[in-house]
């Protein structure tokens, strides 16, 4: 597995525990009531666990799978990849400022946005109809 894929794994697993224990904070709120600000971050639960898990381990998985290049550098340019990584953890990162700063919910998603574009950038030469390798 590529170094790329290895860290976008990584990080996916560290967003699912995040996820998780916010999510056990909420639902022990529901059973017993200790602080209703817990429910504010709820948006930050959804954010780790559908963009922080789901989309990062789906980049990760993509990037190890897409089929590689015969010649040069098997997966390209790398470095598409990795800025495309920094993005989408920049992107969470800002979801936890939200709770201070109302802006920054616009900035993560234009950050989240922009890796989802680079990706995709990285990932579309790979993509080739059956027997153009």
């Not at 590689?68 to 470095?79: W, Y």
Request: net charge positive; hydrophobic share 60%.
């Amino acid at each position: 597995m590529p170094a790329l894929s290895v860290w976008f794994v990584r990080a996916s697993l560290l967003d699912l525990l995040a996820g998780f224990l916010i999510g056990a904070l909420i639902l022990a709120q529901k059973g017993i009531p200790y602080a209703s600000q817990v429910w504010s971050l709820f948006p930050i639960h959804m954010e780790f666990l559908l963009i922080g898990w789901f989309a990062q381990l789906a980049m990760g998985v993509a990037f190890w799978i897409v089929p590689r290049f015969s010649s040069g550098p098997a997966r390209g340019k790398g470095s598409i990849g990795w800025i495309s990584l920094a993005l989408i953890n920049a992107g969470l990162l800002m979801g936890i400022l939200q709770l201070w700063f109302t802006p920054s919910i616009l900035l993560r998603r234009i950050l989240e946005i922009c890796a989802g574009i680079t990706f995709t950038i990285g990932l579309w030469r790979r993509i080739k109809p059956h027997g153009a390798f």
